[in-house]
Nanobody
Framework: QVQLKESGGGSVQAGGSLRLSCEVSGYRYSSKCIAWFRQTPTKEREGVAE????????LYSDSVKGRFTISQDNTQNTAYLQMNDLELEDTAIYYC????????????????WGQGTQVTVFS
């Protein structure tokens, strides 16, 4: 059974940093796409960052480029999202998801999702 376990959310002052982790277990393929999405009550869920574990290729949304960094461990089963210079607008529930291929931060194809972790940025 595929499971995704997220951790690392919390509350931080604007300008601060947080690091999210997503551990994937039970996925049959070693090379995979692990992505982070976020959602607020007033916005549709949006893709934030993705990494293809086979070659380390990454993609970021314009809203986080230069501030967030996605990386992976050497098992290809854990992805990290280092979030620096956090802004109030980054407040959201962050979800990680896994798919066989990356699709440019689009949700389609991501059939397995974590439970989400809350990130709150305050002034």
């Amino acid at each position: 059974q595929v499971q995704l376990k997220e951790s690392g959310g919390g509350s931080v002052q604007a300008g601060g940093s947080l690091r999210l982790s997503c551990e994937v277990s039970g996925y049959r393929y070693s090379s995979k796409c692990i992505a982070w999405f976020r959602q607020t009550p007033t916005k549709e869920r949006e893709g934030v960052a993705e990494i293809y574990t086979g070659d380390g290729d990454t993609l970021y949304s314009d809203s986080v480029k230069g501030r967030f960094t996605i990386s992976q461990d050497n098992t290809q089963n854990t992805a990290y999202l280092q979030m620096n210079d956090l802004e109030l607008e980054d407040t959201a529930i962050y979800y990680c998801a896994v798919s066989i291929n990356c699709r440019g931060l689009e949700e389609r194809g991501f059939g397995r999702w974590g439970q989400g972790t809350q990130v709150t940025v305050f002034s």
